[in-house]
């Protein structure tokens, strides 16, 4: 199965490539030097590179985040909220524990930023569990509610007032180290990748992930066998959304040193859709994660020296999508029908 | 006690039903393309992305033919070209339907933008007065008295129409050989198809229908609501359409319900902002009611099964629910 | 010599994936006869039916249908050859009238609007007709499963049948619905139809049909006139060789210990008429207690209060002294509970996961199995390797994905999972329903087996043949309520009948 995914996700890649390229044609772009352009941009020298990873850490938590719900079959299309309040959240804690050593603050910072992303998630879920409340709307709706609330607090209670829509800058006890200067790369790298192994690991080979992989499965097996479907329902949602709260905590703590309004471009969508795209096949979402991180970053290089606006390289990512949700036919076939346990086989 | 009054009167007055039908609207037509979908049983979340490239098709044509019919024949088209691409996707390729929405919106985000840049050569927003608006119209009737005037009068094409559309719609699903073999393709396509009813052919019309509904709605935002474009403008309309669908279990007279209650909340946010509150929290009230007022609607529903459920109840009771 | 047949089925053959449904099949039908079609659960019977009806397309072969030849048909096409279809599982829109489902696809109309007035004049015909009673204006939802095969029949006459293809339409009548249902098959064909019936009820094929075609493992293996057989000789042909349904069970057991007591107990229902009012039993130690009745009387819901899966509003349920109405499921479950719930795919099984993890499904936190939190992957292989050697599950790969299995070696992985543990009460609902014989035979003997070992068994079951071979009591459920209790020395088919109608017990 994995062989499979691999090989259609690569062909998907370079469909989309190649698509992209026939579309600079059009607007009388060179393909092949804004392709240049756009490696040179993600991985050229330590600036570039980092920039490569500052944006890779983001796009594989929140990937994980949605491919956690997706594990109990809800669609948390709320990470962008959880991922704004997990920001402030962090925000407010760099500054209001200032004065403890590192490790302690950044823990207690993490853990306040988790905390509320997961309560967050918490609403959604419990009115899916409980009221058949479809996810996707409740989701989006609240994700507005989420930014206009952090709009709201970052220009009154929490404002640095400094003319611009910002928090005071965290004690430098919360700041997470840099790895990798002139970039703002840090060491939320190897928190998330330890995140995401941990999670894995959670999903596969515990309790609570058998639990949780039933119940994404089938919901009434789960009941009959004794497993608490609701409960399990919104501690998935929790999980995800403090690895969305996670995710902003580390912008916070790592790139930025406070928040600012509006500051992700739809981060968290970007992810989920890394995550629809690997099936929700945790092995392929840190590879597609590092993928639209280099899109991302390279197309940034390659507008400034190619003028292509970055634009098209977002219609490209949205048409690798499109592209790939299509390619799912290949593998989705075999993995749907299996999950659809269909009458044929009763005849054998 | 006359302050109270008159801070009452700012809030609620007669220009709310107004306000509300003009900030209702839009949704109503998300919420009606919504509605025609779920019925043949296929949730289309790729609404919010049609309408805005819609309505970015409605602004560039008027703008540059002067011709408001023409760009809202373009919308529509629009509207039709993304509802194929959908109905192939999820109908031939069997793709989730939800993956395939998703990605309509982020592709009609990227392309506005991308376009925006590209052929009026700004970003952000886009105004010019050469932008010919769909046509406003005034019930002549009133015109004597001055209120009466105010809430009869400066009411777009589609404001006036969504109404009886509603009625239309509800009456084509509930009375009528179309309705009835479109609610039983939802229902249960096998009992359908047995029934000599081609399931795939009708599954796709409706997301046709829905796409050009979702057009027309991208239309009135961009020429109707409002006369310009502005980058991401439907900002989460298209999924209050959704959540209207579903307060209303996919009936047209009861979505637009839906519909309603958001543009009341909009509109009266409007009206609180003059005291001061901060703003922010003004354009949070809609979404926050909206949820609540869905999740309000499926406790309800949730609750009235349950009660028809029941053992404890008489039979003739619970059979009058049912 | 084709001539004067109505239909004729030549060489069909039909896969699904890897499965063939249908090999070098052939049928015919006279006009005016009733041609059954017998063969075991998975014989192919339904596939073909549904190939003449346009649900599936054959790969190979040729039907004609009055002399005209087709290559494949659809639905529309089989209508228009005046061919209807009344399927096993009924194919009504829930959100509609009766009526609505009716007149789908052929409806009246004014213009665009229907016209129910003349709808509701075309369909009492038939109502009248031929005695099929049928409430029009109700939402389907409502209705009861033999108004729900009535509107079926109507469904198939209001489009002009004139061959009518039955599937197993008898699974879910009682005794006396079934003699009901084979009289109004019989004025139809004094009427000029040509009737198929599919089943794999010995005894009702010989009493009904003219000519029987007997299938297994998707051949057609012989097409006899009735009276030139015996049921025991269409056994044979059935199934290839010598079957014994009969597993006598051994002693009775005697009265001692209650191990479950039902108490006045009232559980909500998707119907009305299968909603639990003031139920009480009792299950005695080391017993099988039956509970016959016609699907829809609220089996369902008394399995599921028992289980957990459904709320008890009102009344107790005691499992060994304790009382479980309030408890969740787990909690159930470890007192000694074990469940196989009546439909494997949907609740039996998980189709997402692998035979081993379906396994474990209620062992996998307990000690042996998971050590804080963690899973002991060795211990939970040795089980699964264990229980799949010990129930014979075939194909015996535990890392396949459980979907993989056929209906049968399906239904011994719910079966090995909940007979693992040593339970004291097992629930088994519908335990061999859609299982080819194989399978049935070790199924049971594995139900007789956990009361040999001291497991007292709640076995629910709509085959009244599977009730009578095993139970020492039997229980009748009729619309929520019980209509009598039997000992099996009492029980037989007709008297069971009459109180699964609802005649209370003499």
Redesign the interface.
Known sequence: MFKNSVKNTLLTIVLSLLVGALLMLV?SYNPIYAYNELIKGAFSNAFNFGGTLEKFVPLLLTALAFAVSAKVSI?N?GVEGELYLGAIAAAWAGVAFKGLPPFIHILISFFIAMMVGGLWAAIPGA?RA?????E???T??????AK??T??AV??PLSAHMGVPRTPDIASSATLLRILPPSRANIGLFISLAVYLFVWFMIQ????G?KI??V???V?????????SKRIMISGMILSGAIGGLAGAIEVMGIYGYFLDNFST?IA?DG??VS?IAINDFRLIPILALFLAVLKQGSLGMERFTGI?K??I??I???F??LA??Q??QS??SS???????K????? | MNLFFSNISMIFNINLIHSTIRSSTPVLFAALASVLTQQADILNVGIEGIMLTSSFVAVIISYFTGSWVLALIAAMFTGLIFAVIIAISHLNFKADVFAIGMAINMIALALTRFLLQKILKTSGSFYDKAIVPLPRFNIAFFSNNATLKSLFSGYSLFEILGIPLVFYVSFMIYKTVWGLRLRCVGQNAMAAATAGINVYNKKFEMILWSGILAGIAGAHLSLGYSQMFTENMTNGRGFMGVAAMFFGGANPLWTWIGCLIFGFTDAIASNLQSFGLPPQFMLMIPYLMTVIVLAAAMARYVKIEKYSKSALVSSAKSSKEA | MNENKLVLMQGIYKSFENVHAVIDANFDLNQGEIHSVVGENGAGKSTLMKILYGIHKPDMGTIFVKNKMYHSLTPADAIKLNIGMVHQEFMLAKGVTVLENIILGNEPHKGQKINYSEAQRKISYYIDNYGLDIPLDKMTKDISIGEAQRTEIIKALYRGAQILILDEPTSVLTPQESEQLFKILEAMCKDGKSIVFISHKLNEVMQISNRITAMRQGKTLATVKTQDISIPELAKLMVGREVFLNIASSDHSSRSEVVLSVENIFVPGEKELSKIRNVSFAVYKGEILGVAGVDGNGQSELAEAIAGLRPVEKGKIVLNGVSIEKLPTLSRRKLGFAYIPEDRNSQGLNAGMTIKENLIGNVFYKPDFAKLGVLRENNIKLLAQKLVDRFDIRPPIIKANVSSLSGGNAQKVVIAREMNEDASLLLACQPTRGVDIGAIESIRKSILDAKRNGCSVLLISSDLEEILSLSDRILVMYEGKITGILDISEANEENLGLLMMGAPHV
């Open positions: 607007f669609a299309v009115l409980y009221w058949r409340v479809n996707v709307c409740t989006i709706l609240l994700n507005y509610v206009y609330f709009a709201y220009n009154y080979r515990t309790t609570l058998y992989r039933s994404g499965a089938n009434e097996y789960s009941r009959s066998i004794g497993i608490n739809g969508f989920m859709l629809l606006p634009a098209l977002d219609i990512t949205a048409l999508i499109l949700a299509l799912l036919l989705l076939r749907k029908l299996l999950h659809k346990f269909s044929k086989k009763e005849l054998a």
